[in-house]
């Protein structure tokens, strides 16, 4: 049975990347914190169905020495490194807190996993946010990285360090470079998750309004759980190399609000205030992929358009205040 190790396990992707591995017959692994463990009820919530089906590890990405006992304990044959400290926040402690974990984290894990399972293949978790400002759209994996934030100049630093351990020691490793994706499991700092939340809640009579940033800014949304089988995919080929993971298609915000709130039977025009403090930069150039390189070498296909994701989020939101 082939074991993989998967940080970042309870989140969005990886809860779904821990569901399609256990179909595939693997041994499934993930690296928790304490804190998790002991507030499992809301920091396990995406994996408290898989939780007798898999093994958690208690460790700190940001100590070596923790990780190293991980990986002697567990000698994966793959490992997908998706845990990332990800808010977008513009405070210099936020900042310098940022870059020190996820380059850290990074190089520490591709350390262990040097010394203690060579042979490992390693995923990546990389991101559109590594393009950040673009001069042409689509981007593909020949677009040069220009990040305007923190986190973009973390996965940077992050990418170049896995192509060095690929490229100096012979590792295995890939990097996927996602675009959005969304799905009932995104969390609530998300503004897909709080658009659907608030709009539920608007429905429900429990609030009135719900304040969002620049409607007109556009996304290339995808489907979470096929951006994970995109993952599996890349581990699964003859030689490592990186892959953009992307629709091709942008949508604008108010086009998503507009659709989650008319599937409620609401107008978002009479519902949504529109806050400045919300607002990021304007881009000149849409963030958008172009996926023709990972469904041309490795067969992917997306399954799920924009109206299919957010009808499967309303369902599922809907869902959670009967249950409440």
Not at 160 to 174: A, D, I, P, T
Not at 287 to 312: F, M, Q
Request: negative net charge; hydrophobic residues 40%.
């Amino acid at each position: 049975m082939k074991k993989a190790l998967i940080t970042g396990i309870a989140g969005q992707d990886g809860s779904y990347l821990a569901e399609l591995l256990l179909s595939k017959g693997y041994e499934v692994h993930g690296v928790v914190r304490r804190i998790a463990i002991e507030d499992s009820e809301h920091k396990l919530k995406n994996i408290s169905h898989l939780l007798d089906r898999i093994h958690l590890h208690v460790a700190s990405l940001d100590n070596v020495l923790s990780l190293i006992k991980v990986v002697r304990t567990i000698e994966p044959a793959e490992c997908y490194h998706l845990a990332a400290s990800s808010f977008v926040s513009y405070s210099f402690e936020d900042e310098i807190s940022i870059l020190n974990n996820n380059v850290n984290n990074t190089h520490y894990l591709l350390a262990a996993l040097r010394e203690f399972a060579p042979d490992c293949r390693i995923y990546f978790a990389g991101s559109s946010e590594l393009f950040g400002s673009v001069v042409a759209a689509p981007q593909d994996e020949t677009t040069p990285f220009n990040p305007r934030s923190i986190y973009g100049i973390s996965k940077m630093a992050s990418y170049h360090l896995l192509k060095n351990y690929r490229e100096q020691y012979g590792l295995f490793s890939c990097a996927g470079i996602l675009y959005n994706h969304e799905s009932p499991r995104r969390g609530y700092e998300f503004v897909t998750r709080k658009i659907v939340s608030s709009a539920v809640k608007i429905k429900l009579g429990l609030q009135k309004t719900v304040a969002l940033g620049n409607l007109d800014a556009h996304r290339d949304w995808g489907y979470a759980p096929d951006y994970v089988q995109a993952m599996w995919l890349m581990l699964q080929a003859d030689t490592p190399d990186d892959y953009v993971v992307a629709t091709g298609e942008t949508h604008s915000v108010r086009e998503f609000v507009e659709l989650v709130f008319t599937s409620l039977g609401l107008d978002y025009q009479d519902h949504v205030q529109v806050d400045p403090q919300f607002f990021r930069p304007t881009e000149k150039v849409r963030l958008c992929g172009n996926p023709h390189k990972i469904e041309s070498v490795l067969g992917w296909k997306r399954t799920a358009c924009l109206s299919e994701i957010i009808a499967e989020m309303v369902t599922a939101e809907l869902a959670l205040h009967h249950q409440g």
